[in-house]
């Protein structure tokens, strides 16, 4: 599959990208992630690897539009809870043993 990344086109393949991962040990999961196998890696890495170019010159956006073309699953940041209307002083008060406000 042709694709671009970083204004830079690429023929990828799932089995190119199988192989090319094979061995490389995931980094940490913060943020968006690409399943690859039985292993989950941080998007910018995976395409770091596979682009071999820096992490800065592609978005994470590009890399996670590639993978789920070829058939991987990709993960995104789960969106942060909603506040229920808890200050942070209240949310600390309840950690620390307080009563919960009502």
């Known amino acids: 599959m042709r694709c671009v990344i970083a204004r830079f086109p690429f ?8 192989e090319t991962m094979k061995g490389v040990k995931p980094e940490s999961v913060t943020g968006e992630s690409v399943i690859i196998g039985r292993r989950h890696y941080p998007v910018k890495q995976v395409g770091q690897v596979i682009t071999h170019q820096d992490r800065r010159d592609f978005s994470a956006g590009e890399v996670l539009r590639a993978m789920a073309r070829l058939g991987f699953t990709c993960r995104t940041q789960p969106a942060a809870a909603p506040s229920l209307g808890v200050t942070p002083l209240q949310r600390a008060s309840v950690m620390l043993g307080a009563p919960a406000p009502a």
């Open 11 to 18: 023929d990828l393949t799932k089995s190119g990208v199988l």
